[in-house]
């Protein structure tokens, strides 16, 4: 079985930093692709950023300039440094796995980033 486990989250005033990780343990396929996602009260959970196993990255336009996603192999986790937060950035996020050839995907548990003066 695979776990994610996520940290970093917070409360964080406008204008503002913070860093998620998100470690995953288990039987791990090594040809994968990991990302964050977030979910908003009330809205549906969207891409924030993903990076690939070769560190290709994908971000949502809502995010570039301001979200970096990076990853360490070795250790089988992916960060998100998120500067420049604003109100609208709150929400859960959630880590995301997506093993390639269908070898299955799995989500954390979430962790709350709150942005508000």
């Known amino acids: 079985q695979v776990q994610l486990v996520e940290s970093g989250g917070g409360l964080v005033q406008p204008g503002g930093s913070l860093r998620l990780s998100c470690a995953a343990s288990?039987?791990?396929?090594?040809?994968?692709?990991m990302g964050w996602y977030r979910q908003a009260p009330g809205k549906q959970r969207e891409l924030v950023a993903t990076?690939?196993?070769?560190?290709?990255?994908n971000y949502a336009d809502s995010v570039k300039g301001r979200f970096t996603i990076s990853r360490d192999n070795a250790k089988n986790t992916v960060y998100l440094q998120m500067n420049s937060l604003k109100p609208e950035d709150t929400g859960v996020y959630y880590c995301?796995?997506?093993?390639?050839?269908?070898?299955?995907?799995?989500w954390g548990q979430g962790t709350q980033v709150t942005v508000s003066s």
């Open positions: 995301l796995l997506e093993q390639w050839y269908r070898r299955g995907d799995y």
């Open positions: 288990g039987s791990i396929f090594s040809l994968n692709t």
């Open positions: 990076i690939t196993s070769v560190s290709a990255t």
